[in-house]
């Protein structure tokens, strides 16, 4: 894959007039008919041709030619615009270097003037959206649409928990993409804690709150916990809330995951049944 900022600076404003329209007509079409793209645009048709060919070329458009004619964004096409949003809105003065890729992500650095050295999360599609779409009917549409609902999942979580619990606060949201703050750490499986005993404890709390402000995480681990001065939470794309059928099973397997890992790392030994009364007490 090319790098985004070589792909980004390539592109011309006739470009972004074409992935725009695809973007908005994306949530009506699985694959949005050229000739819609065509009669929104005003490009003639021959331009609009080879603009989608090489878009395609570059992998920011996925094409077909069966029934119809018609182009979705893929994941790039989808990253790149959102930062092209974030660029137009201000918020974004400087993307940075990738700081890591992971199953359901990309990561970079970043910087705002009016927010400082910040990190922008573009979300991919893990496993987990693909499981719900086998469970769930999400009508026909692109799977690029479902990382726009995911990383809008991601944006209300922090939004709701911050000045609850340390999250990363959450500066921005456009398509695929959320800006947050850079939290100067590591993730807690990469460190030798001095006081785990005290580090589980504020976890544990961390979750209880969670609760009481109607989020379970769903992915809780030694992945999604990272250790600066203090520790902070991150990674919620797949939070539930409480009116969820099974929340019960999603709380007991975040709680499951950290007992674990402290059990295994420092050899802490706690209840799962009790603590998983603890939170869920008043
Ligand atoms: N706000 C942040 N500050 C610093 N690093 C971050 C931040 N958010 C994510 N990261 C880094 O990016 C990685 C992936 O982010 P995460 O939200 O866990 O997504 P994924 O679903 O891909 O696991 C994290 O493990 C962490 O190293
Ligand atoms: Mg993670």
């Given at each position: 894959m090319k790098d985004f900022h070589i792909l980004y600076k390539s592109l011309r404003k006739i470009d972004w007039r074409v992935i725009e329209i695809i973007f908005k007509k994306m949530w009506d079409y699985k694959y949005v008919p050229s000739d819609l793209i065509l009669k929104l645009s005003g490009i003639k048709e021959s331009e609009l041709n080879k603009i989608l060919r090489r878009l395609s070329d570059d992998g920011l458009l996925d094409n077909r030619s069966q029934p119809y004619f018609g182009s979705s964004l893929t994941f790039l096409g989808m990253s790149l615009y959102s930062l092209r949003k974030l660029v137009t809105r201000n918020k974004l003065d400087m993307l940075g270097k990738k700081m890591g890729e992971g199953k359901e992500s990309v990561v970079y650095n970043c910087y705002s003037e009016k927010y400082g050295e910040c990190v922008i999360k573009f979300h991919k599609l893990g496993a987990h959206f693909r499981k719900i779409r086998e469970k769930r009917d999400?009508?026909?549409?692109?799977?690029?649409?479902l990382t726009v609902r995911s990383a809008k999942k991601e944006y209300s979580a922090l939004k709701r928990l911050f000045g609850i619990i340390n999250v990363p606060e959450a500066f921005a949201w456009e398509g695929n993409a959320v800006m947050m703050e850079l939290i100067d750490g590591k993730e807690l499986f990469r460190v030798r804690l001095e006081n785990p005993e005290d580090a589980l404890d504020i976890i544990l709390e961390d979750t209880k709150k969670m609760f009481r402000a109607g989020?379970?995480?769903?992915?809780?681990?030694q992945y999604n916990i990272l250790v600066s001065d203090d520790l902070y939470i991150i990674d919620f794309p797949q939070h539930v809330d409480?009116?969820?059928?099974n929340w019960p099973d999603i709380l007991k397997k975040d709680i499951e995951n950290v007992l674990s890992y402290f059990k295994k790392a420092y050899g802490i030994e706690k209840d799962i049944n009790s603590v998983t009364k603890y939170i869920i007490s008043e």
């Open positions: 999400y009508g026909d549409l692109h799977l690029s649409v989020i379970i995480h769903g992915d809780l681990s409480l009116d969820h059928e």
